[in-house]
């Protein structure tokens, strides 16, 4: 059974750069099957994508956010990790991490994990 | 923004038909895929394709698409659909990945 758990800081202080990692269990990130991203919520608003990434390696960000973002993938560990930088009180969210998926003419996400909380405060 | 426009709320009378609209240029291309998600909790896919549902998801949840146009419909809406429903495609920028606004959806 697929489990995706993001972990890392609840707490990041402004202008600092939040971290978190994804292990995922019950499927390999290197499937050519599937993709990988992460996605936040900030608290009572709308999902917003951060960044995906292929098995082939290509990277798409979130234009809004690319030059603060990057993911990096570790396939020994099944994992891959989210590093947003220069962060502001605007970045305090829930993130999630995801499973993509390839469908004839759409690629949802087809599995999610819990989220987690992460506040900017110093 | 979103590129893809959903209305803000919607509501329904329990056990009737609901309609729930995601807009976008993108979506004359691509299909939406539309996720339920409830308070405190990770977003569900509820649709995804033409019209497909993964295992699990009640049948009274349908998809479709006409134009630019995607609508999820729920048939004879329970208490326990109320929730916030989000629609998610590619962009008419070329970005693999856009989400709607989210829609709430209230059951009376």
């Known amino acids: 059974q697929l489990q995706l758990q993001e972990s890392g800081p609840g707490l990041v202080k402004p202008s600092e750069t939040l971290s978190l990692t994804c292990t995922v269990s019950g499927d390999s990130i290197s499937s050519s099957d599937y993709y990988w991203g992460w996605i936040r919520q900030p608290p009572g608003k709308g999902l917003e994508w951060i960044g995906i990434?292929?098995?082939?390696?290509?990277?798409y960000y979130n234009p809004s956010l690319k030059s603060r973002v990057t993911i990096s993938v570790d396939t020994s560990k099944n994992q891959f990790s989210l590093k947003l930088s220069s962060v502001t009180a605007a970045d305090t969210a829930v993130y999630y991490c995801?499973?993509?998926?390839?469908?004839?003419?759409?690629?949802?996400?087809?599995?999610w994990g819990q989220g987690t909380l992460v506040t900017v405060s110093s | 923004s979103s590129e893809l426009t959903q209305d803000p709320a919607v509501s329904v009378a329990l056990g009737q038909t609901v309609r729930i609209t995601c807009q976008g240029d993108?979506?004359?291309?691509?299909?939406a895929s539309w996720y339920q998600q409830k308070p405190g909790q990770a977003p569900v896919l509820v649709i995804y394709g033409k019209n497909n549902r993964p295992s699990g998801i009640p049948d009274r949840f349908s998809g479709s698409r006409s134009g630019n146009t995607a609508s999820l419909t729920i048939t004879g809406a329970q208490a326990e659909d109320e929730a916030d429903y989000y629609c998610n495609s590619r962009d008419s920028s070329g970005n693999p990945v856009v989400f709607g606004g989210g829609t709430k959806l209230t059951v009376l």
């Open positions: 993108s979506l004359r291309n691509y299909y």
């Open positions: 995801a499973r993509g998926a390839y469908y004839s003419g759409s690629e949802p996400f087809d599995s």
């Open positions: 990434f292929y098995y082939s390696g290509s990277t």
